[in-house]
């Protein structure tokens, strides 16, 4: 069946209290495009300790998730000019449009009819997380669903999401060519280490010339070198991507800048209720600065810590509404 074209999202200007002051977001004058994944997330809390094992009590959540979505959303929350490009299945169009709508977004999203929109499942208990994932639609997400006026008025484009980055070397490089296309500055979440071992470290690391922030965790920097020493891995990266900035948890953050010493900043303490989310949070966070202020990389993590802490503190990926 043939394949619609994306859908922008218009809306008048206008967004939750505190984000408008006399007729303009507060901090007007930067735009961000974040291309990546927007998924249905199934979020459960149970006692469960196994397979097998039946719990009625088990909490279930339902939300809209997404690498791509959640920092778009963040992002907004932070009143910031952005706009979002994905993939979502053909029912679902208007469901996401308008949860990206309230959070402050324009949504570009597309949708293939024969692909249904990707779902994450996320399940806690008492020792942990585990998540599982569908790729959907975000996995066909590539540079031709960016829309070229789009990338020509952003400062910078963000590229998110394990299932829009699975889709290959070569995908992905032609997603960082497109986001250079225009003037914007261009960063890349790489968001899943499996992803990285299933692209290729190397293969991997090639394709991302053009890149001016990278913005891996810990298991995803090492993935990428093959190294076992964290600062040793930043280094390494830096020899292809001039800014990393490693997300290490509870262990704050790891900056590496080429031809400096990595540079540490702790994690602004948090009462965690739910991890997912705090990773495209602390990027929102850290962009929005970081696109005012290049050169205080320090002061942009340390922002981005904070609205990490502030995701931390509730159940699903994105701002409460």
Known sequence: ?????????????????????????????????VVGDVLDGVLVQTTAQGMGVHDPAAVIRHRPTGAGGNTAAWLGWLGAEVDVVGRVGVDDVYRHERALEDAGVRAHL???????????????NDHGRTAMS???????????????SVVARADIVHLTGAAMLGGGAERLAELIACARTGPARVSLDPSSAAMIDAVGASRFLDAMTGVDVLF?????????TGLTDVDAAVRRITAVVPLVVVTAGADGVLIGRRGRSVQRVPATPA??????????????????????????????AREGTRVAARALGFVGGRPPV
Request: charged content about 25%; cysteine-free.
């Open 271 to 300: 009462t965690v209720v739910d991890a997912i989310g705090a990773g495209d949070a602390f990027v929102a966070g850290f962009l929005r600065a970081w696109a005012t202020d290049p050169v205080r990389v320090g002061a942009a």
């Open 110 to 124: 597309r949708y293939d009819a024969m692909t249904s929109t990707g779902v994450v499942v996320s399940v806690r």
């Open 216 to 224: 891996p965790s810990r298991q995803e920097a090492l993935a990428l």
């Open 1 to 33: 069946m043939p394949q619609e074209g994306s859908v922008p999202v218009s809306r008048p200007e206008h967004t939750r209290a505190g984000r408008v002051v006399a007729g303009r977001r507060r901090g007007a004058g930067k735009r961000f495009l």
């Open 134 to 148: 569908d790729p959907g639609a975000s996995g066909k997400t590539s540079a031709v669903d960016v829309p070229p």
